[in-house]
């Protein structure tokens, strides 16, 4: 039998150096060992985002705390901000501006369809927003947002995008210094393939001068990224312990990241997902994401309703793949397969033929229309 593979969207698979790298005796995280390494991860940050002169943040957590730590920091309570919400992860978004006090407007979108940055620009001129919270890819329904037009429309408006790349970062195109990004975060365990537990984020000068310079000072303590910034900038005074462990092989990942090369491994993932998308589309699947906005990380398609708990039990049970299912109204009618980080065209191609013998054995397909028009995934 063949070995169990992890295609879900995060974590991914790990290599084995990454998790040599864990198994290592703990060391100190005030040493100069552990220090100079962690100094070494945050430069190597910065060729991850493209991003040469703003800022690089790493933290023990989350992605979810990148998401907390950029809104905190970003805006005052009372301010406006715009989210667009093209699924479970705008939700979010939207809902964490809310808990500290930002009044929200959501631009929402039918699931599976992207943001279009005409609706940013109409909606931009109604009002002044602070910020503009945008998913690089919307891990819900594997719809890549074209965050280029996107930035360029809050550029023009004077309010600060806000990417949150956790699915998107390693994997989709993305050039923070081009862009003329403010903040864009992502965490460890998707396309970087490190394990789960640490966020890097990157910050624009800009931003940050307006993190001193704010009316009201940032109210979090551990979610300021104001605090951390000395120690970013010297990893050698202590704030708070970091996930030692996880740091260095995140360090790894990266390091494996930049022998491979950053457009090398976009290159790959557009490959593998074209082949995986075209491998299903010869089962007859039905996508979720729309045609020209499909995520190069991440697949998501349709089953007969309430069908995906068996499909997946299958693909696990009878094909050892672990595959993930829909987030909220679409657990029962969504599969999503996962592949990002390392992954090789014979794991794509197995996995492929593993879901069209399932979809086939049950009868799982569904029958036309596309799902555009259904319900929204309700999120959180
Ligand atoms: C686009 C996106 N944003 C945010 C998150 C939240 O990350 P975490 O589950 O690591 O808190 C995820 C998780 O999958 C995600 O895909």
């Known amino acids: 039998m063949s070995e169990s593979l992890l295609m879900i969207p995060g974590p991914t698979n790990i290599s084995e150096r990454v998790r040599e790298v864990m198994s290592r005796p703990q060391q100190g995280h ?26 690089q943040f790493a933290f023990t957590g989350s992605g979810t705390l990148a998401m907390e730590a950029s809104v905190v920091s970003t805006v005052q309570p009372g301010d406006k901000v715009l989210v667009l919400d093209t699924g479970y992860f705008g939700q979010r978004m939207a809902s964490i501006n809310e808990a500290h006090g930002a009044k929200v407007v959501q631009l929402q ?73 403010d903040i864009v975060f992502t965490a460890s365990q998707k396309a970087i393939a490190a394990p789960p537990g640490a966020v890097l984020i990157a910050v624009s000068n800009e931003l940050l001068g307006y993190f001193q310079k704010r009316a009201k000072p940032i109210e979090g303590w551990y979610l300021n990224l104001l605090r951390w910034k000395p120690i970013m900038d010297d990893p050698k005074t202590y704030l708070a ?33 074209e082949k995986i998308r075209e491998g299903l589309q010869r089962t007859d699947v039905r996508f979720v994401a729309e045609e020209g906005y499909r995520a190069n990380t991440l697949t998501g398609f349709i089953v007969k309703d309430g069908m ?71 999120g959180l």
């Open 109 to 181: 979108y039918p699931i599976g369809t992207h943001a279009n940055p005409d609706d940013l620009k109409r909606k931009l001129r109604e009002a002044n927003f602070r910020a503009v919270f945008i998913t690089h890819v919307d891990t819900s329904s594997a719809v890549l947002n074209p965050i280029k037009e996107l930035v360029a429309e809050c550029k023009n408006a004077g309010a600060f995008p806000v990417i949150d790349s956790v699915c998107g970062l390693a994997g989709e195109e993305l050039d923070f210094d081009r862009l003329g990004a």
């Open 30 to 55: 005030g040493s100069p060992e552990f220090t100079e390494k962690f100094g070494e991860m945050l430069k190597l940050a910065r060729l991850a985002f493209k991003n040469n002169d703003g800022s």
């Open 308 to 378: 995906a708990p068996q499909v997946q039990k299958e693909l696990r049970d009878a094909h050892k793949i672990e595959v993930a299912r829909g987030l909220g109204d679409y657990g029962g009618k969504m599969i999503r397969i996962g592949h990002m980080g390392i992954l090789s065209a014979e794991q794509a191609d197995r996995t492929v033929k593993a879901v069209g013998e399932t979809l086939a054995k049950f009868g799982a397909a569904p029958p036309a229309p596309a799902p555009n028009n259904g319900p929204r995934n309700p």
């Open 241 to 273: 312990t970091p996930a030692v462990q996880i740091m260095l092989a995140l360090r790894e990942a990266l390091l494996e990241l930049k022998e491979e090369g950053l457009e090398e491994r976009w290159k790959r993932h557009r490959v593998l997902a």
